[in-house]
């Protein structure tokens, strides 16, 4: 906690009170909508039924709508394809990225200038989404999971991200390692990289995040819904307000057994796509404050 | 010693290396290029080819007979483009919808940055910036997801409406009130994180300006006149050039997911009619056109925004790195 300079005036009780309840006033409308979602996926019919909705206040609880969706079915599904595209596309973009971006660090390397002016003349001009989809069905990747990772695979903003970060290490250090005779790729693996933990961590979150939120190549790509990754399940059955229980109705009137209400099931499916993110970005947000990205913005 | 022979400066420092013979740098860089090669291979098959693929917008291109065989048609699809009212309309939204956020939603971070700064509690601050920089990470089906919810016709607000016995009225599907409606999600998802560029210019702004400022009797206000805001100027231009040169980018998802809600009238922009005109109908060349428009116009907007920051002494995007 740090105090007040001296020569900052005191600060007036309406001032200090309006600051407050505006500050206030932003934490909540970022996390009050998230609260009611999880609340109301925790809860049992009779709570939703008698909230008239949405749950603000804690009721009577269960995890059958989560039960619901993992006990296979589509979002099951869903969730292992997503995962999947996740991991795997994340794997390949940091360690492309990685190796792009220590391969361009070097000034006056072979081909240095080209391969780098390569890199950022993609910030100018986006190719369009006709000839990209043309090509993508041209390599025969429609309905691929390929469809989801290769085209997105490199992004040049954080190539250069990365490359500036490279760049700042000492270049002693990696010259001394150079004349002792240590190969490049050594080099990277065993100075480099060591050296480069929070940029890693930050870049590959920019990754995994765009695999999971990954929305519009699954639109253009992937027709056959049986491969739709979350984002596509959420659409259709949040969204657009499809029912998972199609005979929702008549189930529900079996004596003594109730189903989760579609409501909390439709909340549970907003968690799902929500979790992830909310799990890994702890461990990752502490880098954003350490400047990593600015200097990289900056750079 | 050994560092300053000839044989390790050429395998060590980047000077004077351009006289060494192009077999011997190979022999040196062999690895770095090695490494450099995937990432080439995938942007060329990704973004040149394609870049390429777009003189289809001069043919009539069917899939069957490919770039090769299908007929040139000369600027027959841009005069079609330039005759079409739904082209006309998507570009009028664009443009709206960038101007309304330039004014609406762009002067929020700095706003919202200034205010987090003068926290005193470092722990508070860093907490609210968490959660400010949350909802960047989320997908734009999970933030129109969840302002249904809250806002929708079925949503909580409705909810509590009807309960209190008024008349709920519903912001999601209201064409006259949608570009409202898109600014506010953009700020909910995206003004936190945009304070992070103005924090660090912030940060950058040396506190004796604020003391000797202070000691002279100058107010808070006087203070956030004259220092604060000259201190953000750079990178206020800056951010204000790039968003000009990227008017045409208003994103396709937050469109796109909102279209049968509120119909395309006030809904289409250029990328989402790109996608229904061609994807939908398979006019290929048409939907190239359109986007090759777009394209050029941004590239156009871009190198023009750029000289502009040159103009005011600023870095630009050119000199990224």
Redo the contacts between chains.
Sequence with gaps: ?????V???RPTVFGLTL?TV??TL??L???Y??Y??VLTSLSTARAVTEA???V?LPGELSLDAYRELFGGGVVTRAVLVSTGVTVVGTALSLG??I??A???S??????HRP??F???L??????????????V?E?GLIDSYWSLI??T??S?FN??VM??FFMNIP?EV??SA??DGA???RI?WRIVLPMSKGVTAVIG?FYA?GY??A??NA??YINDNSKWPL?LI??QY???GMSLVPNQRAVDTVAGYALPPNLAIK?AI?VV??VP??LI??FV?RH??K?V??GA??? | MLRRSPPADALTSSAGTRRLPLRARLRRDWQLLAMTVPAVALVIVFHYVPTLGNVIAFQDYSPYDGVTGSPWVGFYNFQWLLSDPEFWNALRNTVTITAFQLVFYFPVPIALAILLDSVLSRRLRLFIQGVVYMPHFFSWVLVVALFQQILGGAGLLAQTLRQAGHEPWNVMTNPDAFIVLVTAQSVWKDAGWGTIIFLAALAAINTNLYEAAAVDGASRWRRLWHITLPGLRPVILLLLILRLGDALNVGFEQFFLQRDAVGSEASEVLDTFVYWRTLMTGAWSYGAAAGLFKGLVGLILIVVANKVAHRFGEQGIYKRS
Excluded: C, H
Excluded at chain 1, 106 to 111: A, N, T
């Design positions: 906690m740090s105090t007040r300079p020569w900052q005036e600051k505006v500050l932003i934490v409308a970022m996390v909508p998230i009611v979602v008239g909705g949405l603000t492309l990225t190796l792009a220590y391969g361009l070097r000034p006056g390397s072979v081909l391969l780098l390569m890199f950022l993609t910030f100018l001009f986006t190719p369009g989404m006709i000839p990209s989809y043309l090509i069905r390599l290769l085209p695979a490199v040049a190539l250069v490359r500036a270049g990696l010259d150079r004349i190969s490049d790729f990277l979150l995040v999971w939120n929305f519009f639109v253009l984002q959420l659409r949040v969204q657009q909340m907003i796509a929500l993110v909310l970005y702890p947000q954003f404050t400047g990205i600015i913005v900056k750079g």
